[in-house]
């Protein structure tokens, strides 16, 4: 069913449009193939994930610091691998991974034929908790900036998703309305019910087509938008 009201489309950036896992992979195997050769890099990336979502879970909940993050999800990864690394190793990959992950460019599937479908009735911004170089870094890099009006990240708006203060800053910024506005994103925790929270419409976009509450609009191909939007 089409909705009729809207004139401000926001997304998320991570996992939504920007395919964060492609792209964490193949840095990662640029990392490791020059200074770790040991490591596996599929065997690696089977820890990482998941402490790495666990990893951010905290950080998003101001449970952890940056400096924190980007060291306890390769510490506990290595760890998890049983591979011995020294603590300055493992800053070293930290410093060699925000550097080198903006590089990389994969977007999901129909990400731009979705944008250039939006983008001729909408107005289209971004709202995400990633840090503010590496996101502008990865828009510039990806070809997505010309599609964006706007683009707030939490360092801007001094909290993380679901802060409804991020919501509220990013609708300011974007001068929009947020009963003309809706938000599309990869967590139901973050982006859905965050932005459901502060009367704002979501659309959860989740690749593994799995239930969710009958109040949830999900897509599970960006494509899908169509039949919203």
Known sequence: MKIDNIKDVFFDLDHTLWDFDKNSEITFEKIFSKSHPAIEIKTF????????????????????????????????????????????????????????????????????EILDYLNQKYKLH?????????????????????????????????????????????????????????????SIEADVQGALDIGLDAIFFNETPSPVGKHIKQINHLLELKNYL
């Open 126 to 186: 971004i709202i995400t908790n990633g840090f503010a170089d590496v996101q502008h870094r990865k828009i510039s890099n990806s070809k997505l900036v010309n599609y964006f009006h706007t683009v707030t990240n939490s360092e801007m708006a001094g909290v993380k998703k679901p802060n409804p203060i991020i919501f509220e800053y990013a609708l300011d910024l974007a001068k929009a309305k947020k009963e003309n506005s809706i938000m599309i994103g990869d």
């Open 45 to 112: 990336i089977g820890k990482y994930v998941p402490i790495n979502q666990a990893c951010w879970k905290l950080f998003q909940y101001d449970k952890i610091s940056h400096q924190e993050l980007r060291y306890n999800r390769l510490k506990q990864s290595f760890d998890a691998l049983d591979y011995d690394i020294s603590d300055k190793d493992i800053d070293l990959i930290a410093d060699e991974y925000i550097q080198y992950l903006p590089d990389n460019n994969h977007l999901f599937d129909g990400a731009f």
